[in-house]
Nanobody, 120 residues
Framework: QVQLVESGGGLVQPGESLTLTCATS????????MGWYRQAPGKERESVAR???????SYADSVRGRFAISRDNAENTIILRMNSLKPWDTALYYC??????????????WGPGTPVPVSP
């Protein structure tokens, strides 16, 4: 069973920066796509940033230019650097990994989430 564990969350003030890290129990080279999602209170979970096995990145419009996702293959981690945080970035942030099996079956893996409250 694949395990994903997020770290780095915590209370920050608007305008500050924070870096989230997701560690995996399996080599990240096994995953076709890895990324970060978030869920704010009373809202649905949404995609924040993704990175493919080949290194292609994509971002939600609300974070493009402020957030940056990267892969560290040696450490089997993905990192989300968040700058210029806004109060509406407040959410529980989840790490996600997508694996396409040899038979074509899609396997989704999620971390338990790490909270990022942005408040004065």
């Amino acid at each position: 069973q694949v395990q994903l564990v997020e770290s780095g969350g915590g209370l920050v003030q608007p305008g500050e920066s924070l870096t989230l890290t997701c560690a995996t129990s399996r080599s990240i080279s096994n995953f076709n796509v890895m990324g970060w999602y978030r869920q704010a209170p009373g809202k649905e979970r949404e995609s924040v940033a993704r990175v493919t096995h080949g290194g292609r990145t994509s971002y939600a419009d609300s974070v493009r230019g402020r957030f940056a996702i990267s892969r560290d293959n040696a450490e089997n981690t993905i990192i989300l650097r968040m700058n210029s945080l806004k109060p509406w970035d407040t959410a529980l942030y989840y790490c996600h990994a997508l694996e396409v099996g040899s038979s074509g079956k899609l396997n989704d893996y999620w971390g338990p989430g790490t909270p990022v409250p942005v408040s004065p």
